[in-house]
């Protein structure tokens, strides 16, 4: 039992899934598009800052950072998106996702390594692995830490 863990599972795209782990997950949120303010001269899939709890919290398309197509490509700009805050060495994250599915407990020892050959090289930095589930489908399990570290956000001061 030891070497279950927690993940939080959403959508990818129109047919993908992922998960990740649950210890890197501060809050799941509702986020108002219209409450994000955008920052000129940032990668496209950096949406803006999000005044939350008082912080001030880069918000990003997860998809189009993995490089999918846009969440907000056909999107009603008075729509809420969901965010999933992550939080690692005291830094925090929000990725904009499709849709939330469920909380599940996987067998990490189930974790299949990837190979790189078999993601993009734009996704292929931010996947651990992949469990494959009980239909048979692929699910990726995200890199929280790769993610938050990504070189893309560091600003130039």
């Avoid at 993908?16 to 890197?24: E, G, H, M, R, W």
């Avoid at 490089?67 to 999933?84: E, T």
């Amino acid at each position: 039992m030891e070497h279950q863990g927690k993940f939080l599972s959403f959508a990818l795209g129109n047919s993908d899934k992922a998960v990740i782990s649950l210890q890197y997950i501060t809050e799941v949120l509702q986020i108002p598009l219209t409450d994000i303010c955008n920052v000129p001269q940032m990668p496209s899939c950096v949406l803006g800052i999000y005044n939350w709890r008082g912080e001030m919290l880069w918000l990003v398309d997860l998809e189009e950072m993995l490089g999918y197509p846009s969440l907000l490509q056909g999107v009603n700009l008075l729509s809420k998106m969901m965010a999933v805050i992550l939080e690692i060495d005291g830094k925090s994250l929000g990725l904009l996702v499709r849709n939330l599915m469920d909380i599940e407990w996987l067998d990490t020892h189930q974790m299949k390594l990837a190979s790189t050959d078999f993601f993009s090289p734009k996704i292929s930095a931010f996947v651990k692995g992949y469990f494959i589930n009980a239909v048979e489908e692929m699910v990726f399990n995200l890199d929280a830490t790769a993610i938050v570290k990504a070189p893309m956000w560091i600003t130039p001061n």
